[in-house]
Every structure is written in structure tokens, then in C-alpha cells.
């Protein structure tokens, strides 16, 4: 079997494809953070089998949960396959289907208003808006970019995602709110949400502002972060509609099998459905 020494020569090789395949630009950060790690672990070595199995059991002994660990394996094998090291893959960890999520894990609607009073009171507008941009539409924070002042004028967002095309209406109050915002802050065009030399908010400046805001609105830091907004959404969504199909649409999910981890209870609801059943006298 041929075997090769990875570098980060071949990581810039494989950013060119990723992009030639039309890969978004959070999933080429993502493959290339993973296989970046994984160019670090070899060392030098020639990659082998070996290697590969080696780096899996020490992902799993360090505590990543299975999810974590497959989605990284998804990452290193792509990069394997660019590289013609297919003999090399892995497999992903057999798991089963979990009927409930982890409570600590899940922002609840309560902790999302504590979070927007926290930021009205620490005058932070522009995060206050981005969280009620993120929780009522759903959209992906790499979406909020496409929240320009002509798109919400006009009530319909075009979203452009993994060669995909999808149009996010525009709550009305969240419409009123959004290009309220713009004029004071003086923005005829273009993206609302800007940092202050211009340039659209990113994922690490939103993570970063939701973190400072937990301790103010006394909400676990665990639970804070920009895509648990989106599943808020989702649940909310569901609770109230009970269509998967439609949500899919919505969240631009190309399965439905990924709407249904968006809409799992909690632990606690679980249990409270099942005690009422009335099955154990």
C-alpha cells in the first residue's frame, strides 16, 4: 500500500479543493482545522493505517463524545481520500439514536430573554439584535451576513449555502427593529451587522460577546453560543407547527434525519411524557 508524509503544503492543496467543490466557507474552516491537527499528530511519520486507528482511539480515550470524534473522522478521511490514502480511512463510531438531548447542553426560552434583558442593560444593541436576528429566523450565524439593509426592506433574506438557495422571510417586528437600527447607526447599505472598521460581524466576534453577557443574565456559559439559538428556534418552531418537513425547508437541512436532532426534548420533558402515559400503576 503507498504511503506519504503529510505537510501543510498538501492542507493548502486541499483548502483549493474544497472550494473547487463549492464547500461552504464554515465547512472549509472546519476540514481544515481537523485535518490541520491531524498533519500536526503524524509528526512526520508516513500515514498509515495504523496511524489513522492510533488517532482515533486517542481521540476517544482524551473524552470527545462520539459525535465530536465522527464528525472530525468525516474531515480527516475527505482529506485522505484528496490525498489518494483511502486504504487509510476509518470508520465512524457506531452510535445510537439518542430519543432526548442533554439539559445542561440546551438554551431554554427563559435563559434567551435573560440573555437579551442582559444586553439592553449593558446597552449592547447590535448583540441584542444579532440574537433576535439568529433565535427568529433560524438562520446559521455565517448567514448574517446576508441580512443587508435592501434585503430587509424588501422582508426576504437570499440565502446562498452549499449550492444551495434559500429565502428566509423577515419577521415584521424584527424588520422594524433591524432598520431602526441601521439608521441610527447611520447604514444605508450593505450589511447591518459591521464591526467598527466595516466589515461583517464573524463567528468568533459573536461567541465572544454571548460569553461576556452569561454572568450579567446568569446563564451557564455552556449553553451560550450562537447555534443553540438556531435550535431554539427549531424547537419553537416544531412545538408550534409540528411539521419536520417544512422546518427542513427552513433551516436548509437536505435531511430530515438532521432537523430531528434539532428538535429533541430535553431529559426532563422526556421523562415528564413518558410518566404520562400512566403505564406504571
Not at 490525498?83 to 447542553?105: A, F, G, P
Not at 431554554?108 to 439592553?120: D, G, I, N, P, V
Not at 448567514?143 to 439593509?149: A, C, D, H, K, S
Request: glycine share 4%; hydrophobic share 35%; net charge positive.
Amino acid at each position: 500500500m503507498e504511503t506519504k508524509i503529510v505537510t501543510p503544503a498538501d492542507l493548502s492543496l486541499f483548502e483549493k479543493h474544497l472550494c473547487r467543490e463549492e464547500k461552504s466557507a464554515a465547512t472549509v474552516e472546519k476540514y481544515l482545522r481537523d485535518a490541520g491537527a491531524f498533519v500536526v499528530l503524524t509528526d512526520g511519520k508516513p500515514v498509515t493505517k495504523e496511524l489513522t486507528v492510533a488517532w482515533k482511539k486517542s481521540l476517544m480515550e482524551k473524552g470527545y463524545a462520539d459525535r465530536s470524534i465522527n464528525s472530525m473522522l468525516a474531515s480527516v478521511n475527505s482529506f485522505l481520500d484528496f490525498l489518494d490514502l483511502s486504504h487509510c480511512k476509518v470508520k465512524n463510531i457506531k452510535t445510537q439514536r439518542q430519543t432526548y438531548c442533554l439539559e445542561e447542553k440546551e438554551l431554554t426560552r427563559a435563559e434567551y430573554m435573560r440573555l437579551l434583558e442582559a444586553s439592553k442593560k449593558t446597552e449592547q444593541l447590535q448583540l441584542n439584535l444579532v440574537m433576535q436576528t439568529l433565535c427568529g429566523t433560524g438562520i446559521r450565524v455565517s448567514e448574517l451576513r446576508y441580512f443587508t439593509v435592501e434585503a430587509v426592506r424588501q422582508g426576504e433574506i437570499t440565502v446562498r449555502c452549499k449550492s444551495k438557495t434559500r429565502t428566509i422571510l423577515v419577521p415584521g417586528k424584527l424588520k422594524k427593529l433591524l432598520l431602526d437600527y441601521a439608521k441610527k447607526q447611520k447604514i444605508t447599505t450593505g450589511c447591518i451587522f459591521i464591526t467598527r472598521k466595516g466589515n461583517p460581524l464573524n463567528r468568533s466576534n459573536i461567541w465572544a460577546q454571548m460569553k461576556r453577557l452569561c454572568e450579567a443574565a446568569g446563564v451557564n456559559p455552556s449553553k451560550v453560543f450562537p447555534h443553540n439559538l438556531r435550535k431554539l428556534f427549531a424547537r419553537t418552531f416544531y412545538g408550534i407547527e409540528k411539521d419536520i418537513a417544512k422546518l427542513a425547508d427552513i433551516l436548509g437541512h437536505s435531511s430530515i434525519n438532521t432537523t430531528r436532532i434539532y428538535i429533541k426534548t430535553t431529559s426532563t420533558e422526556h421523562r415528564r411524557k413518558i410518566e404520562r402515559l400512566g403505564l406504571v400503576v
